[in-house]
């Protein structure tokens, strides 16, 4: 074998030795398939092309690229999908439910700080480019370091690249999770350090900003002081070491800081971010647009942050979601069904909550002249969230109704979308319900009655797998930062500050009565975040942060009662997602021979209700992450 091994080493020392005086230049040949890092580092494109992985592999609740199934959930929506129909047939939750993968998380926190300490170590950069790049990294650390928070509690909080010599000991590599308010003290100062390394560029949308950093900061400061205030209600939800749960003490030290952040950008210190608004005296229905668009247009001055799409980097949302009869490729759409739950948060003009009319005081049903006048005077983001009955997309009426009504009550319908057939015996073949549904268990069709709007790309072709949607996601904008600046003055005894707040975002959906101060209430706050943000992804995470979760999602099968009752309420009782069905009346030779009746409908398919439990408010972390360290605290009820 050492004959073998002196043989082989003195052929190496031949060749080398031999090309060496061949040609000295060439060991002098950089090698083409990969660069190092003091050459990444030197070169600002190369730096931003790993700042661009870096911002791609951030995560959000929903992803545009598929996610929609995590928006068909709590009762806000119904899944149109066969494959998915289990979302609305279980009852409860796993414990693992809505967490992230441990083991990649931490290689992407690597890579951050890997990325941290090679770009503070170049000398090929300007310093101010330096100090920029240093700057996002540490503000996309921050930021999915709250996304674990969020779900975890507090986790390992690793800041420097962690190195294993191999010598079999990995005592140094077990860190510990830190408090749950630790990891919130974390992002508030990271982004309070970077926050002015970071420019105040309102024109930057897929970039750290001044303005990312703070509506971060601002977000972070008033999710935590939700749970030090509202943990005290599920005592269950805590550890002795705090990695759950924060100190009822600092909640008001965290609003204060959510706060201050909230005002940073509402003051302009950030830039000029503003409300995306239609022109004065714009009609309902202007206004409904307006609201669609601000998540349409990417120069629109309300967004702060956003995760961007382009021509051969889409997403299918649109491919997924898009009401049947304008699917590009008739076949792919109608997934995604916003709920009556939903729907009829949406409060009227005068300022009140009321479900929609279906029935008198007597119990008959109430007849619209139009398929929409049962929506009318509601809160503009209603349609501008949703596409009702009667409503329009790509310049087109959907075709949304449940077929006829007899006038004794009877219903002709059918299981097939825009089927033909006599509404009475011998008479001829008509259409009896919409192309768009509703038709019970028919997938890709509406089954709620309503279709989902907002992030819908009107864009020919963007329903189309081949081409997909460019259409950006929104992350942090401007009137999340004012609502959250309402609640932290809420929060905080200042219900003048939380109601000049709450009433310019409620002024652009055309809710032009002010609230006074003393209207201000948690129910507000909690209302107004709902309507204004649905399916943006906070809706899940604001239910926890106030510990509301496993009142509302009890597990027990909504009613019809329940949904007419309490709208508005916070503890609204909301398990199963209901939908509003209209019918066309026949009744020749009768004044209400073709008007409108609506009834509402739980689907055939919702057959579980969900039911959240107080192990629901952390995700579970797995057993192969404890196993491999043992200094890993497990969550509560795990």
């Known amino acids: 074998m050492k004959k073998i091994v002196s043989i082989i080493t003195i052929c190496l020392l031949l060749f080398v030795g031999w090309g060496c005086k061949k040609d000295n230049s ?30 791609n592999r951030q995560v959000d609740f929903s992803s545009l690229n598929g996610g929609w199934r ?17 979302i609305v047939q279980r009852t409860g939750w796993g414990y693992g439910e809505w967490g992230l993968n441990w083991f990649d998380s931490y290689n992407y926190i690597r890579d951050l700080n890997l990325f941290l300490q090679r770009d503070s170590a170049s000398t090929g950069l300007s310093d101010q480019l330096r100090k920029r790049f240093y700057a996002e990294g540490r503000f996309l650390r921050a930021n999915f ?8 509690g507090g986790v390992p909080l690793i800041t420097k690249p962690l190195t294993y010599d191999y010598s079999g000991k990995v005592n140094d590599l077990q860190v510990p999770r830190a408090t749950e308010s630790e990891m919130y003290d974390f992002i508030i100062n990271e982004a309070e350090a970077i926050k002015n390394d970071l420019p105040a560029d309102v024109s930057e949308k897929s970039r750290a900003t001044k303005g990312a950093a703070l509506a971060m900061e601002a977000r972070a400061a008033l999710y935590a ?21 924060i100190d009822p003490s600092k909640a008001n030290g965290y609003y204060t800081i959510a706060l201050r952040a909230a005002h940073e950008i509402i003051n302009g210190d950030a830039g000029g971010y503003k409300l995306y608004t239609a022109p004065t005296g714009a009609t309902p229905a202007q206004l409904a647009d307006n609201f669609a668009n601000l998540f349409l247009d990417k120069t629109s001055p309300e967004t702060i942050f956003a995760k961007d799409f382009a021509k051969g980097v889409t997403h299918g949302f649109t491919t997924n979601d898009q009401p049947f009869s304008f699917s590009d490729e008739g076949g792919d759409a109608g997934r995604l069904n916003p709920s009556l739950n939903l729907a009829e948060q949406f409060e009227k003009l005068d300022n009140t909550y009321a479900p929609f009319a279906t029935t008198d005081a007597s119990g008959n049903p109430v007849f619209y002249n139009n398929a929409q006048d049962i929506f009318a005077d509601r809160d503009a983001r209603l349609a501008g969230t949703i596409i009702l009955p009667g409503g329009s997309f ?7 109704w449940a077929g006829y009504r007899l006038a004794n009550g009877t219903i002709v319908t059918s299981d097939e979308a825009g089927h033909l057939k006599p509404i009475v015996p011998g008479g001829p073949d008509v259409q009896v319900v919409g192309a768009d549904g509703p038709v019970n268990g028919l997938e890709l069709r509406t089954q709620t009655g309503f279709y989902i709007r907002k992030y819908l790309d009107p864009t020919v072709g963007s329903g189309r797998r081949g081409q997909g949607s460019t259409v950006a996601f929104i992350r942090y904008r401007y009137a999340e930062v004012l609502l959250n600046a309402a609640e932290a003055a809420f929060e905080l005894g200042d219900n003048t500050t939380a109601a000049m707040y709450i009433n310019q975002v409620r002024a652009r959906a055309g ?15 909690v209302h107004e975040r709902r309507v204004e943000l649905a399916f943006e992804g906070l809706y899940f995470y604001d239910m926890k942060r106030w510990r509301l979760a496993h009142i509302v999602w009890d597990g027990t099968p909504t009613t019809v009662s329940d949904l007419k009752t309490n709208i508005g309420k916070a503890t609204q009782h909301s398990t199963q997602p209901w939908g ?23 689907p055939s398919l919702v057959t579980g209700a969900n039911r959240f439990l107080l192990g629901n408010y952390y995700t579970q972390i797995g057993d192969d992450v404890l196993a491999a360290n043992p200094k890993i605290v497990k969550q509560p009820n795990q």
């Not at 060439?26 to 870096?54: E, G, H, I, K, R």
């Not at 002081?225 to 749960?245: D, E, F, N």
């Not at 509003?580 to 739980?602: A, C, H, I, Q």
């Open 225 to 245: 002081g939700s749970i030090a205030k509202y943990g005290a209600t599920a005592p269950a939800v805590s550890l002795p070491g705090k990695q759950v749960g």
């Open 70 to 86: 995590t928006f068909a959930d709590f009762s806000e929506s119904f899944p149109s999908e066969n494959g998915s129909s289990y």
């Open 511 to 525: 809710l032009t009565t002010p609230l006074a101060p003393s209207d201000i209430t948690f129910n507000r706050i």
């Open 26 to 55: 060439f060991l002098d040949v950089q090698p083409n398939t990969f660069l190092t890092n003091q050459q990444v580092f030197s070169d600002p494109n190369l730096v931003l092309s790993v700042l661009a992985d870096l911002y």
């Open 580 to 602: 509003l069905w209209p019918y066309k009346e026949y009744d020749p030779g009768n004044p209400d021979n073709g008007t409108w009746v609506y009834k509402e409908v739980l």
């Open 394 to 400: 790509k310049g087109q009426t959907v075709d949304i």
């Open 145 to 152: 370091y709250f996304e674990m928070t969020k779900r975890y």
